[in-house]
């Protein structure tokens, strides 16, 4: 099993702007494609952000783009997601997950941390 743990959450108000951080304890991160996803209180799950294995491509629901930026950093063997102007609509728990090429789906899934943007 691949362990993920997220840090970075929290309050802030519209407008502004949090850095989540991800890695895999005992894990190579770059190994695998990443992605953050996100879950609002009686919303399904969605995909918020993905990165390649290398960084070379990225990929951002409509929503976020040109606000949110997914990158990796293989020195401290860790993935962000940078999000600036932040809205009480991105509001959500928000999940690092991974998956090992050439799979499709992500199968590994961090617990959550909880980002509230408040107006």
Same mark, same amino acid.
């Given at each position: 099993?691949?362990? %993920?743990?997220?840090?970075?959450?929290?309050?802030?108000?519209?407008?502004?702007?949090?850095? %989540? $951080?991800?890695?895999?304890?005992?894990? /190579?991160?770059? =190994?695998?494609?990443? @992605? +953050?996803?996100?879950?609002?209180? &009686?919303?399904?799950?969605?995909?918020?952000? &993905?990165?390649?294995?290398? &960084?070379?491509?990225?990929?951002? /629901? =409509? $929503?976020?783009? @040109?606000?949110? /930026?997914? $990158?990796? =950093? =293989?020195?401290?063997? /860790?993935?962000? %997601?940078?999000?600036?102007? %932040?809205?009480?609509?991105?509001?959500?728990?928000?999940?690092?997950?991974?998956?090992?090429?050439?799979?499709?789906?992500?199968?590994? +899934?961090?617990? &959550?941390?909880?980002?509230?943007?408040?107006?």
């Amino acid at each position: 099993q691949v362990q %993920l743990v997220e840090s970075g959450g929290g309050l802030v108000q519209r407008g502004g702007s949090l850095r %989540l $951080s991800c890695a895999a304890p005992g894990r /190579t991160v770059s =190994d695998y494609a990443m @992605g +953050w996803f996100r879950q609002a209180p &009686g919303k399904d799950r969605e995909f918020v952000a &993905g990165i390649s294995r290398t &960084g070379a491509s990225t990929s951002y /629901t =409509d $929503s976020v783009k @040109g606000r949110f /930026t997914i $990158s990796r =950093d =293989d020195a401290k063997n /860790t993935v962000y %997601l940078q999000m600036n102007s %932040l809205a009480p609509e991105d509001t959500a728990v928000y999940y690092c997950a991974a998956r090992f090429p050439p799979a499709a789906t992500y199968a590994y +899934w961090g617990t &959550g941390t909880q980002v509230t943007v408040s107006s």
